[in-house]
């Protein structure tokens, strides 16, 4: 069984940092991708970077040139740094990872931002 266990997040001012990761447990041959979703309150939750097993990333338009996306192949782990953060970037962030074809999800994490 593939278990992504998340970490980080928090409550930040405006402006602020944060970090996220993610590791990914269990029986693993092969991570096709990992990244990150994010859900605000009454909003579908949407893509906030994924990075593939061939290096290419890509990231939403509203997160870019703020937020990095890395993994540590080795660790099966994926980072979010969120740098210049904005109230509106307040929201449950999701680890996403595509394992052996497989969707999997972690339990989320919330990042608040206040003004």
């Known amino acids: 069984q593939v278990q992504l266990v998340e970490s980080g997040g928090g409550l930040v001012q405006a402006g602020g940092s944060l970090s996220l990761s993610c590791a990914a447990s269990g029986r693993i041959f092969s991570i096709n991708a990992m990244g990150w979703y994010r859900q605000a309150p009454g909003k579908q939750r949407e893509l906030v970077a994924t990075g593939i097993s061939g290096g290419s990333t890509n990231y939403a338009d509203s997160v870019k040139g703020r937020f990095t996306i890395s993994r540590d192949n080795a660790k099966k782990t994926v980072y979010l740094q969120l740098n210049g953060l904005k109230p509106e970037d307040t929201a449950v962030y999701y680890c996403?990872?595509?394992?052996?074809?497989?969707?999997?999800w972690g339990q989320g994490t919330q990042v608040t931002v206040s003004s």
């Open positions: 996403y990872a595509k394992i052996d074809l497989i969707e999997y």
